[in-house]
């Protein structure tokens, strides 16, 4: 009989082996649900702003039939906007969830479960990026509803990837950013003083050959101008990353290679319970 008892593992010795699919799919599923709850504010209201932005600098900046690497100036725009409102929407969700944990003392429902650090951060940073996804499917909506804009798909590979990518950056940021704040005026910080300025210097709305040569280098250093310059070569086809594809390809190549680099730091502070545990 004794034999016949089921046996239990050494204490502190876990008894899930491999992957916890179940805690991760839990996890993610619980992150998706809680933006999905007041998708209102957080889908729909990002693909309002945007068109105001549309609006705004189509009236400003493209009266009489402008046009910008061969296309009219709304089509131009139309992809930076886009992929702008995922990458933002995709940094305030990583951002937001261990910083209210911390603030509100349940952090511990992070650390608690039987997840590793990998799980744990494969989940906040897929839920990051799904909500991306949603934003950007949202706003292309609202896109075509506007008079003057044409999107079509001469790259798809560009879109997805860069897409993709860019969303993965801001979410890793955004993650970090909520493992190193400890109140929400540190993540508005880095918000109003690295994100936005970041974004808005991206060339979403000009093309850097316009800029002075200083001005053109600081665009080159930064990594925003590439994902929505990318982005922008999956739907027209051009680009000012370069005057080939191959210059695109790089840029992707680089980017996927930040994102691993960007992925091992986060999971290293993730890891070391750094400003999480007591």
Known sequence: MASQRRSF????????GGINRLGLWTLYMKEVRRFFKVQTQTIWAPAMTTLLYLMIFT???GRGGREVLGVPFASFIAPGLIIMGMINNAFANA???????KIQGTIVDYLMPPLSTGELMLAMIGA???????VGLAVTLA?????????????????VWFGLMGSTLLALIGLASSIW????DHNAAVTNFVITPLTMLSGTFYVIDNLAPSFRAVSYANPFFYVISGFR?????QSDIGSTNQAVWHAAVGLGALNLTLA?????LLRSGWRIRS
């Open 9 to 16: 593992p050494p204490q502190g010795v876990p008894r899930i």
């Open 59 to 61: 009236v400003a900046l």
């Open 95 to 101: 951002s937001f969830s261990l910083l209210v944990g």
């Open 128 to 134: 990051a990026v799904t909500r991306a996804v949603l």
């Open 143 to 159: 896109m075509l509803l506007w008079p003057g804009v044409h999107l079509t798909a001469a790259h798809p590979w560009a879109i």
């Open 181 to 184: 704040a400890e109140k929400f």
């Open 233 to 237: 070569f999956g739907f027209l086809g």
């Open 264 to 268: 091992a730091i986060t999971y290293a």
